[in-house]
C-alpha cells in the first residue's frame, strides 16, 4: 500500500465531506425535491384515507421520495468512485450512524446523508479498484488537536480548530480528517510518509468542490 497516497476522511455536517488534503465537497442541494415533497404531503393530508384519490396521491409523494433517494445514491457514486480511483488508501470515521442521526441538531443528515450507505458503497468499490478503505475509531477526531493530541471541546457553530496547548490552527474538518488518517496508519501499524510532520501535511488551502460540479463532471477534479 502506497501511504504516500492515502486519505482520511471526515463525514461532515457543513460540507458532506472534508479530505485530510484540503477538499470540501458541498451537500447535494435537495431543497427545492424536499420542498414538493412538502406540497405532496399536504395534499395528502387533505384526501380522504382509503379514497382513490388518496391512494393517486400517496403515490405522488411516494414516487417522490424515490426520486430524491436516487439522487442522494447517484452522487454517492460519484464521490466514492472518484475517491478509491484517486487514492490508494482510505481512512474514514467508524461512525455510529444510529446513534448520530437521532440527535436533534443532526436531523438534517437523516435523508441526505445516508453515512451507513455511503460507507458501503465505498468498501464496494474499494474492492473493485484494489483500494485499502479502513475504518477508524470515531470518538474525539473532532475534539483531539491533530498536532499534539491534546482534546478540546468545540460546539458545533465553532468551525475552527485553535489547540490552547500548542497553538495549532485549522479548519475544524480538516483537522477531525487529518486525525482519522493518523488513527489509520496507527491501526496499521504505519508512520506518516517520510515522517512528515502533521503541520506540513495539513493543507494550507482548502478546495470546496459543489455538488454541482460533482454531479456535471460525473467525478471530482480539483
Excluded at 492515502?6 to 488534503?21: A, E, F, P
Aim: hydrophobic share 35%.
Amino acid at each position: 500500500m502506497d501511504t504516500s497516497n492515502s486519505v482520511g476522511i471526515d463525514l461532515g455536517i457543513c460540507n458532506y465531506i472534508h479530505t485530510s488534503d484540503g477538499t470540501a465537497v458541498d451537500w447535494l442541494n435537495l431543497e427545492n425535491e424536499y420542498e414538493r415533497l412538502r406540497r405532496e404531503q399536504c395534499k395528502l393530508s387533505r384526501k380522504v384515507h382509503g379514497s382513490n384519490n388518496y391512494e393517486k396521491q400517496r403515490k405522488r409523494v411516494a414516487e417522490i421520495r424515490r426520486h430524491i433517494r436516487r439522487k442522494v445514491l447517484d452522487y454517492q457514486h460519484k464521490i466514492t468512485t472518484w475517491l478509491v480511483r484517486e487514492y490508494d488508501a482510505v481512512f474514514v470515521e467508524d461512525l455510529d450512524v444510529k446513534g448520530i442521526l437521532e440527535q436533534s441538531h443532526n436531523a438534517r443528515n437523516k435523508q441526505d446523508a445516508a453515512w451507513g450507505q455511503f460507507i458501503t458503497l465505498l468498501e464496494y468499490k474499494a474492492k473493485l479498484y484494489g483500494t485499502h478503505v479502513v475504518q477508524v475509531e470515531a470518538a474525539g477526531t473532532t475534539k483531539e488537536c491533530a498536532s499534539c493530541g491534546v482534546e478540546t471541546a468545540k460546539p458545533l457553530w465553532v468551525r475552527d480548530h485553535t489547540c490552547p496547548a500548542c497553538g495549532f490552527e485549522c479548519d475544524r474538518d480538516a483537522n477531525a480528517a487529518m486525525n482519522v488518517i493518523q488513527r489509520g496508519f496507527s491501526e496499521l501499524g504505519l508512520g506518516w510518509p517520510e515522517d512528515t510532520p502533521v503541520e506540513t501535511a495539513l493543507p494550507t488551502d482548502i478546495h470546496s468542490m459543489s455538488a454541482k460540479r460533482v454531479i456535471e463532471a460525473g467525478s471530482l477534479t480539483v
